[in-house]
C-alpha cells in the first residue's frame, strides 16, 4: 500500500511540476511579447487599414469586365488621331502618372493642371483637383471627348470606333453578356473604372500598420511621428494619407510666392464660382508621392524635399528644420508600392 501511495504521488507531483512548467512558459511568452507601441496605436488610429480593392455596389467588378478596362486603358484609339491613350498620362509603368508638370494631348496642346496618379484613385473622395467627378467612372468618360487631351468629338464616335473592331465586339460581350448591344459608352466608362480600381497596391508602411513594428526603421518611425506632431495628418489622414477632403491651398499666405507657379490657379472656384472655393483643391494621396513628381496641381516643385516645406509653411505655418524634412521624407518612402508587371505594359 505505501509503495502504491509513494507511486501516485510521485506521478501528481510530477504533473503538477509539468503543469507549473507549462504556465510558467506561457507568462513568458505573454511577457516577451511586447505591446504596440503608442506611435504604431496613433498611426492604426488615423490611417486605418489599406483595402485588397476598391469596391463600388454600382458597378461590380468582374474579370471579364476589369480585363476590357485594361484594353480600354491602353489603347490608343480612344483619342482622335490614334496618338494617346489613358496610359499615356497615367502611365503604370511610372507610378501611373508621366512625371510632367502639363500632359501632352492629342493635337500637342498642354493641359491645364498636372495629372495626379492613377493608383489607388478609386479610394478618392472625388476626382480630378477640383473633384468634379464623383467617381472613377465618371472620370474615365472626360478626357476621351476633351479638345484638350483625347479630342474625341462626342461618344457616338467613340462607340462607332469600337463597334468596327472584332476584339472589342467579343470583349464587351464578354464583359456585358445580358446586353444584346453591349458597346455603350457608359459600359466604357464602368469597363475602365473597373480595370482602376484594382489598381490597389500596399507597401512597407502596410506591413508597420498590420502589426509588425520593426518594418519601419527608426528613422523612417521618428518621420512618422514628426509627420503626426507638426499636424500634416489633419489633411493626410484615411487609408491613403489624403484624397478624402477640399482645402485652401495656402492658409497662411499666397501658395504661388511659395511655389513659383507660372499661372495663379483658383482651383475649384472656376467650377463652382463660389467666391469660397477660390485657391480649394482636393487634398492629394501622399501613396507613391516619393514616385508621383512633379508636386501640386501644376507640378511647379520637383523635389519631395521642398514640396514638405512648403506644405508646413503655407498650410501649417511652421518652418520645419532640415532634420525635420529629412525624416518626413525618409517616412513618405515607405508609402512606395510596388505595381506588379501585369498592370504594365
Known amino acids: 500500500m505505501k509503495r502504491k501511495l509513494f ?61 476590357l ?27 501611373g502618372v508621366d512625371n510632367l508638370s502639363f500632359s501632352s494631348g492629342n493635337d500637342g496642346a498642354l493641359g491645364g493642371r ?38 474625341m468629338p462626342n461618344e457616338k464616335a467613340v462607340v462607332e470606333r469600337l463597334s468596327k473592331i472584332e476584339e472589342y465586339k467579343t470583349l464587351f460581350a464578354k464583359a456585358y453578356p445580358n446586353e444584346t448591344s453591349p458597346i455603350t459608352y457608359s459600359n466604357l466608362q464602368n469597363a475602365i473604372g473597373a480595370f482602376e480600381r484594382k489598381l490597389i497596391f500596399p507597401s512597407k508602411f502596410d506591413v508597420y500598420l498590420s502589426g509588425e513594428e520593426k518594418a519601419l526603421n527608426e528613422q523612417e518611425k521618428r518621420g512618422l511621428e514628426t509627420f503626426l506632431s507638426v499636424g500634416c495628418v489633419s489633411c493626410h489622414s484615411g487609408n491613403i494619407l489624403g484624397g478624402q477632403m477640399f482645402q485652401k491651398f495656402g492658409l497662411f ?12 490657379d483658383e482651383g475649384k472656384f472656376d467650377a463652382t464660382k463660389n467666391e469660397s472655393d477660390k485657391y480649394v483643391f482636393k487634398t492629394p494621396s501622399l501613396r507613391n508621392i516619393e514616385k508621383t513628381y512633379p508636386y501640386f496641381h501644376d507640378g511647379s516643385v520637383e523635389k519631395l524635399e521642398d514640396a514638405v516645406k512648403i506644405m508646413a509653411k503655407a498650410q501649417l505655418n511652421k518652418e520645419l528644420t532640415e532634420n525635420e524634412i529629412s525624416d518626413i521624407v525618409v517616412f513618405l518612402k515607405t508609402l512606395t508600392s510596388e505595381v506588379p508587371e501585369e498592370y504594365k505594359k
Open 7 to 67: 507511486i501516485v504521488g510521485t506521478l501528481f507531483v510530477s504533473l503538477f511540476i509539468i503543469s507549473c512548467k507549462n504556465e510558467v512558459e506561457k507568462q513568458v511568452e505573454v511577457e516577451e511579447k511586447e505591446e504596440p507601441s503608442e506611435l504604431w496605436q496613433k498611426a492604426k488610429t488615423f490611417f486605418g487599414e489599406f483595402p485588397v480593392i476598391a469596391e463600388n455596389p454600382e458597378n461590380t467588378i468582374t474579370e471579364e469586365k476589369a480585363y
Open 69 to 95: 478596362g485594361k484594353v480600354l486603358f491602353f489603347d490608343k484609339r480612344l483619342s482622335k488621331d490614334n496618338t494617346i491613350s489613358c496610359n499615356s498620362c497615367h502611365n503604370l509603368s511610372t507610378y
Open 114 to 151: 498636372n495629372s495626379p496618379t492613377v493608383l489607388n484613385a478609386a479610394l478618392h473622395i472625388a476626382q480630378f483637383w477640383d473633384g468634379r467627378a464623383k467617381d472613377v467612372e465618371e472620370q474615365a468618360g472626360g478626357p476621351i471627348l476633351n479638345p484638350v487631351e483625347m479630342a
Open 253 to 264: 499666405g499666397n501658395y504661388w510666392e511659395l511655389t513659383g507657379s507660372k499661372k495663379i
